[in-house]
Antibody
Framework: QVQLVESGGGVVQPGRSLRLYCAAS????????MHWVRQAPGKGLEWVAV????????YYADSVKGRFTISRDNSKNTLHLQMNSLRAEDTAVYYC??????????WGQGTLVTVSS | DIVMTQSPDSLAVSLGERATINCKSS????????????LAWYQQRPGQPPKLLIF???TRESGVPDRFSGSGSGTDFTLTISSLQAGDVAVYYC?????????FGQGTKLEIK
């Protein structure tokens, strides 16, 4: 069965970096684009970034552009999100989601990132 | 950016009654070349990730009960739950995937009256 498992979250000070991971299983990872979506505590959903199935196309929300980098390793079925220069407003649960030709059909359980001094 | 606006923000409906949630996009999300509306609906129960209910504005995801239906085109869309069940208590989001940045509505909290 399809599984997406995020990891790498935690408490980090403002200005520091963190790298998130999304381990995929149960499907051919290299056939799908992948997204990161976040949700601040008690708030709605915010799309963060997307990467094409090959990894050659990447798009970002303006709120993270220049600070976050999405990448993938198709040989290891893993999606990454490198987050630099973290701010308090980046505090959120980060979800990875599978994109099957515009259909975001599977989401992970999320990993919590808290940016606080 | 395409702004997605849902109404109402919250809704209380009796068990077995109909629930209707509206979603309006700031510009058309109907792609003329394929006549598809790039609109999805998600359900998010407390402490859970979002769950895809509807895509292409009206196509029900596999396994989603047929009491959930989506309609609309262009800029105005509706999610209807025909007969509310206790397990439908959740926050519902619409989302456009017509263009980046992909955007979500603010969410509609559905409760039992």
């Amino acid at each position: 069965q399809v599984q997406l498992v995020e990891s790498g979250g935690g408490v980090v000070q403002p200005g520091r970096s963190l790298r998130l991971y999304c381990a995929a299983s149960g499907f051919t990872f290299s056939d799908y684009a992948m997204h990161w979506v976040r949700q601040a505590p008690g708030k709605g959903l915010e799309w963060v970034a997307v990467i094409s199935y090959v990894g050659n196309k990447k798009y970002y929300a303006d709120s993270v552009k220049g600070r976050f980098t999405i990448s993938r390793d198709n040989s290891k079925n893993t999606l990454h999100l490198q987050m630099n220069s973290l701010r308090a407003e980046d505090t959120a649960v980060y979800y990875c989601a599978r994109d099957g030709e515009w259909i975001w059909d599977y989401w992970g359980q999320g990993t919590l990132v808290t940016v606080s001094s | 950016d395409i702004v997605m606006t849902q109404s109402p923000d919250s809704l209380a409906v009796s068990l077995g009654e109909r629930a209707t949630i509206n979603c309006k996009s700031s510009q058309s999300i109907l792609y003329s070349s394929n006549n598809k509306n790039y609109l999805a609906w998600y359900q998010q129960r407390p402490g859970q990730p979002p769950k895809l209910l509807i895509f292409w504005a009206s196509t029900r995801e596999s396994g989603v009960p047929d009491r959930f239906s989506g309609s609309g085109s262009g800029t105005d869309f509706t999610l209807t739950i025909s007969s509310l069940q206790a397990g439908d208590v959740a926050v519902y989001y619409c989302q456009q995937y017509y263009s980046t940045p992909y955007t979500f509505g603010q969410g509609t909290k559905l409760e039992i009256k």
